[in-house]
């Protein structure tokens, strides 16, 4: 138990579905984050939020829409997906952003399979 | 730009045998560096870091990793494999800016009983 919690851990949309995945953190942090962790590449920074405020985003493609109602809670809304989408989505927190060396807790990710 | 290489996307070790999993960084300023390891349907677990300081760092499960400026290597070792180890290992670097680690693609670690 890592303190972040993922739902759902498993997830099967089609290409005109609407979803979105959950994410909750118990640590009392002010920083969360959604990566994608797909086969064979390195896991990869879709959003940053911090103080529920988006402090980046790494160019994701608009079908992935975050949103974060305060510090505890953050979600990814999906619409729209690709196959190519499907992937290991993992969320993520820590005590602040922007300060180097601040460790980042994981939480065990929801696979999104988009057929 | 900040970046991390891991040499060998497997390793396979013998049971109570050493474990070496190699890290190579690239970074213009001192950098924070990570390990963290996936088990089989798990989310990313920090095993240890290193900020400041000693640059022999310890982590949980007996793992430990040197940060070596000269060879820009923070290789991860243990002196004796269990089979309990088998899982992903993932070296990661901190990226200037808002707090992105930048991660190295994984080694496989699959320990021969």
């Known amino acids: 138990e890592t303190g972040v919690t993922q739902t759902p851990r498993h997830l099967v949309m089609g290409m005109t579905n609407k979803k979105s995945l959950k994410c909750e953190q118990h640590l009392g942090h002010n920083a969360m984050y959604w990566y994608k962790q797909s086969a064979k590449k390195p896991l990869e920074l879709m959003f940053v939020?911090?103080?529920?405020?988006?402090?980046e985003n790494n160019s994701v493609p608009s079908r992935f829409s975050p949103e974060c109602p305060n510090s505890s809670h953050l979600f990814l809304h999906l619409h729209t997906l690709q196959p190519e989408d499907s992937a290991l989505y993992l969320c993520a927190s820590s005590q602040e952003s922007g300060i180097r060396g601040n460790t980042i807790y994981f939480g065990e990710g929801s696979w999104l399979t988009v057929v | 730009a900040q970046s991390v290489t891991q040499l060998g996307s497997h390793v396979s070790v013998s049971e109570g045998a050493l474990v070496l999993l190699r890290c190579n960084y690239s970074s213009s300023v001192p950098p924070y560096l990570f390990w963290y390891v996936q088990y089989p349907n798990q989310g990313l677990q920090l095993l240890l870091k290193y900020t400041t300081g000693a640059t022999l760092v310890k982590g949980i499960n007996g793992f430990e990793a040197e940060f070596k400026k000269s060879e820009t290597s923070f290789h991860l070792t243990k002196p004796s494999a269990h089979m309990s180890d088998a899982a992903e290992y993932f070296c990661a670097v901190i990226q200037t800016g808002a707090n992105n680690l930048f991660f190295g693609t994984g080694t496989r670690l699959t320990v021969i009983p």
């Open positions: 939020y911090s103080l529920e405020e988006r402090v």
